[in-house]
């Protein structure tokens, strides 16, 4: 079955760029029913939404982070990235990735996540 | 944005009790809510969907209500693996969006 792996540092210097990948394995990441996303979630909080891009081009950022967000996708490895610039101790947080599932033809909920990685932002 | 309130933050009860949680949303979501829990550690858990559908291999002492504004997650009779987090999501506008959750917790 599908499953969702996050990858990356664990610890970010301030004012520089957070990177994760995740790898998505047992399926295609251009399989045209299938959309993948980058969620977060701060130490005690409810998760946020960050945004997605899929392989068709389509994208769509949190407009809280739109400004710092750039998602990228890798077909040819089955992964899409995050990239989050002039980041503060704000961005600490776990980051997940996670599989956007359809109900009556729109969006609608989360219904596979990855593990998810802790990234600290701190110097 | 849409903001999704949980009520109440912490549900103390004991195993075999019913639970009862709440979420609200700001302007009304259609039935685009969705319910998770949460262990420490772990990621979300997809639970419910639809607000009253429920997710592959959630059992059947898990139910949803609700549409509009106003939903609920019922828990009939608690288990052990049953306490945890648990958060609502709406996606019926972009962004998506999570409420604060509420906490089931052993009493």
């Known amino acids: 079955q599908v499953q969702l792996q996050e990858s990356g540092p664990g610890l970010v210097k301030p004012s520089q760029t957070l990177s994760l990948t995740c790898t998505v394995s047992?399926?295609?990441?251009?399989?045209?029913?299938?959309?993948y996303t980058w969620i977060r979630q701060h130490p005690g909080k409810g998760p946020e939404w960050i945004g997605y891009?899929?392989?068709?081009?389509?994208?769509y950022y949190n407009p809280s982070l739109e400004s710092r967000v750039t998602i990228s996708v890798d077909t040819s490895k089955n992964q899409f990235s995050l990239k989050l610039d002039s980041v503060t101790a704000a961005d600490t947080a776990v980051y997940y990735c996670?599989?956007?599932?359809?109900?009556?033809?729109?969006?609608?909920?989360?219904?596979?996540w990855g593990r998810g990685t802790l990234v600290t932002v701190s110097s | 944005e849409i903001v999704l309130t949980q009520s109440p933050g912490t549900l103390s009860l004991s195993p075999g009790e019913r639970a009862t949680l709440s979420c609200r949303a700001s302007q009304s979501v259609r039935r685009y809510l969705a319910w998770y829990q949460q262990k420490p550690g772990q990621a979300p858990r997809l639970v419910m969907y639809g607000a009253s559908s429920r997710a592959t291999g959630i059992p059947d002492r898990f139910s949803g209500s609700g549409s509009g504004a106003e939903f609920t997650l019922t828990v009939s009779r608690l288990e052990p693996e049953d306490f945890a987090v648990y958060y609502c999501?709406?996606?019926?506008?972009?962004?998506?969006?999570f409420g604060q959750g509420t906490k089931v917790e052993i009493k």
């Open positions: 047992g399926g295609s990441i251009s399989n045209g029913d299938s959309y």
């Open positions: 996670a599989r956007i599932s359809l109900w009556l033809g729109e969006f609608s909920h989360f219904d596979l």
């Open positions: 891009k899929f392989y068709s081009g389509r994208t």
């Open positions: 999501q709406q996606y019926d506008s972009s962004p998506p969006t």
